[in-house]
């Protein structure tokens, strides 16, 4: 993505320090989704990135990646699968628990939302820890995809989440944060 893009949605990103508990910069990204321009920009750029490479299902984590994952599965001509809270798929699931920046989750996906055939996308807004997707990458794993992706919104550099992921696991981000 072109520096004045990168830029350009970096500026409609919101920071809310302490929140939602003490010490964490958060960033809100509603104020670059609301923002028409912004939205297409990075739409665009994950189409980009990803249009080549034969993307079968896009899985999106609960709730801010259902956003993008939705968008870009349509545009791309994939499946979009939800990645939810413990409680809210209806049919056979398995489950993970796992640690992020600010307390411990657990994530659920339908056992059969994959199959062997699929070439996965895995969306979520942003990389912290890493420890949220980590854990949607060892759910998404048990189903033995083909080949999987991985493509973060924003990325907190810091934080250096992208070490937790295996080396063949491509991992992209649109645009980063640093010092926060
Ligand atoms: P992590 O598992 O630590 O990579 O955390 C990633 C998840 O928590 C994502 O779903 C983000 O939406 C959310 N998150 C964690 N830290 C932040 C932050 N500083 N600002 C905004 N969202 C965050």
């Given at each position: 993505m072109e520096k004045e893009k990168i830029d350009y949605v970096k500026s409609k990103v919101r920071n809310i320090p302490?929140?939602?508990?003490?010490?964490i910069q958060f960033k809100d990204l509603t104020t670059a989704f609301k923002d028409p321009e912004s939205l297409n920009i990075m739409r665009d750029a994950i189409i980009e990135l990803y249009?080549?490479?034969?993307?079968t299902k896009v899985v999106g984590i609960e709730a801010r990646g259902f956003i993008f994952g939705a968008i870009v599965a349509s545009a791309l001509g994939a499946g979009f699968v939800p990645l939810r809270k413990?409680?809210?798929?209806p049919a056979k699931t398995i489950k993970k628990t796992y640690t992020k920046e600010y307390g411990e989750d657990t994530i659920e996906i339908?056992?059969?939302?994959?199959?062997?055939?699929d070439v996965v996308l895995m969306h979520d807004d942003l990389l912290a820890t890493g420890g949220t997707m980590a854990a949607a990458l060892d759910l998404v794993g048990m189903m033995k995809p083909k080949k999987t992706y991985i493509n973060f919104?924003?990325?907190?550099?810091?934080?250096?989440?992208?070490?937790?992921?295996?080396?063949?696991v491509e991992v992209t981000s649109l645009f980063d944060f640093e010092g926060e």
């Open positions: 302490d929140f939602p508990v003490k010490g249009k080549d490479k034969g993307i413990p409680g809210k798929l339908h056992e059969d939302a994959i199959g062997p055939d919104l924003c990325e907190l550099v810091d934080l250096k989440g992208r070490d937790i992921f295996p080396a063949d």
